[in-house]
C-alpha cells in the first residue's frame, strides 16, 4: 500500500543567507510500482540484486541509464534475496515514455578476467583501487561519467578516497560494451575537497556544473555543499582540465563572490551541509534548480531550491519514512532525482537505506532505491 504524507510548510534557513521560505507545499508518497519494479528479480538466473547511490542519465530520446555503486548479484528464491556477488558499479537501461517505464530494467555488468560474472563497469588501472560512479551527463556524442576513486584502508574495515575522476565513454548506449576514451581526475582529496556530488545543467546554460564537499574535519560526515562548472564545449570534447569554482574572489574578505579558477579550499563558497550524494537538476515548474539531503542518521528527506545554481538556497522537508520501515533500515543516504520518471507538478526522488546481509537477503527494499513521489503545490 502506498504511504502518503501531507507535510505542511517547514522551512528552514541554510548557511550563512537571509533566506525566506519556499514557496510551495508537498505531498509525498513512496511509487509502490517503481519500487517494484527495482525490486523484480530474475529468479534463480544469476542478476542484479540491489545496489545503492542511485543516479540516472538520458542516453537517447526516450532511453534512460541508472547507475549504481556497491552492488550484490546472486539469486532469488520466492522473496529472499541470496548475495553471492559484489560489484564497484553497475547499470540499467530501460524506455519511459511520457514518465512512464515502457520496458523492464535491463541489467548491465562485466566479465572480469577470471570468468565469474562480478564485474564493475568502471574500473580504475590499479586494480586495488574502484569507482563509485555519482553522476553524469551526456553532451555531444560523449556521456562524461564523475565517479570517487578508493581504496582499503590498511586494515580492510573502510574505504578511502584518492581522487575524483570524470570518465569519457563514447558508443554508450549498452553498458556493457563502453568504449572508455579517458580517465581525469579532478581534485585531490588531500585538501579535503572532493568533487563527487551531483552533476547538472539546463537546455540554456553555457556551463555544466559539479556538486562537490569541502570537509573541515576529516570525517566523512561533516561536510558542506561547494559548486564549480565547466563549459559546454569542453564537457562535449572530454576535456576536464578547465574548472572554475564558486569562491570569494578577495579572500579573505567574503564580500565579493565570483567564478575563478583558483580553487583553493579556503575560498570556496559553502552552501549547506551535506551528508552524502544527491542530485542537482533544474526544475521548470518551480522555475529553480533543485537538490536534496538526508540529515545524518535521519529518515527525512528534504529538498533545497534556488532561483541560481550558486544559492542562496532554501530547503524544506518533503517526506518522513515510516516507523515500520526505520526500525529496519540503520543508515538511509544517497537522495537522487530521477526528472524522466516524474510529471509536470512532481519531483521523483530515490534514497537507499542499508543494514547488515541478514536484513538486506530478507527485507525486499532494503539497498535497493526507494522512489518517492512528491507532488508539489505552488
Keep these: 500500500r502506498m504511504r502518503k504524507v501531507n507535510l505542511v510548510l517547514l522551512c528552514f534557513v541554510v548557511v550563512s543567507y537571509p533566506l525566506m521560505c519556499s514557496a510551495f507545499t508537498t505531498t509525498s508518497q513512496i511509487d509502490k510500482k517503481l519500487q517494484n519494479m527495482f525490486e523484480n528479480h530474475p529468479g534463480s538466473r544469476f542478476s542484479w540484486l540491489g545496489a545503492d547511490g542511485t543516479f540516472s542519465v538520458k542516453l537517447a530520446r526516450d532511453y534512460y541509464m541508472f547507475m549504481w555503486q556497491d552492488t550484490w548479484m546472486g539469486t532469488t528464491a520466492g522473496n529472499i534475496r541470496h548475495p553471492s556477488g559484489f560489484t564497484r558499479n553497475t547499470a540499467g537501461t530501460l524506455k519511459v515514455t511520457n514518465s512512464e517505464p515502457t520496458t523492464n530494467l535491463n541489467y548491465h555488468w562485466k566479465l572480469p578476467w577470471d570468468g565469474y560474472p562480478n564485474g564493475a563497469l568502471l574500473t580504475p588501472f590499479f586494480p586495488q583501487l574502484w569507482y563509485w560512479p555519482a553522476g553524469g551527463i551526456v553532451s555531444n556524442s560523449n556521456l562524461s561519467i564523475i565517479s570517487s576513486c578508493l581504496q582499503l584502508s590498511p586494515n580492510r574495515q573502510y574505504a578511502i578516497p584518492v581522487s575524483s575522476t570524470w570518465t569519457c ?210
Design 169 to 378: 565513454i563514447s558508443d554508450f548506449l549498452d553498458p556493457s560494451s563502453w568504449k572508455i576514451i579517458s580517465n581525469t581526475d579532478v581534485y585531490n582529496y588531500g585538501n579535503n575537497v572532493s568533487w563527487n556530488m551531483a552533476v547538472g545543467t539546463t537546455d540554456a546554460e553555457a556551463h555544466i556544473y559539479l556538486m562537490g564537499v569541502v570537509q573541515p574535519t576529516p570525517s566523512l560526515w561533516d561536510q558542506y555543499s561547494v559548486i564549480s562548472r565547466y563549459s559546454q564545449k569542453d564537457i562535449a570534447e572530454c576535456n576536464y582540465t578547465v574548472q572554475e569554482c564558486f569562491v570569494y574572489t578577495k579572500y579573505p574578505d567574503k564580500s565579493v563572490k565570483g567564478w575563478s579558477r583558483d580553487c583553493n579550499k579556503e575560498k570556496l563558497v559553502k552552501m549547506f551541509d551535506q551528508p552524502s550524494e544527491t542530485s542537482l537538476t533544474y526544475n521548470q515548474y518551480l522555475k529553480k534548480w533543485v537538490t536534496w539531503r538526508i540529515p545524518y542518521l535521519s529518515y527525512e528527506v528534504w529538498v533545497l531550491t534556488a532561483d541560481q545554481v550558486t544559492g542562496p538556497w532554501t530547503e524544506q522537508k518533503v517526506y518522513q519514512m515510516p516507523q515500520d520501515m526505520t526500525k529496519w533500515a540503520s543508515l538511509c543516504y544517497a537522495p537522487k532525482e530521477h526528472p524522466f520518471l516524474a510529471k509536470e507538478n512532481e519531483l521523483l526522488v530515490t534514497m537507499n537505506c542499508n543494514n547488515n546481509i541478514t536484513v538486506i537477503e530478507n527485507i525486499d527494499w532494503m539497498y535497493v532505491p526507494i522512489p518517492i513521489r512528491v507532488t508539489v503545490t505552488l
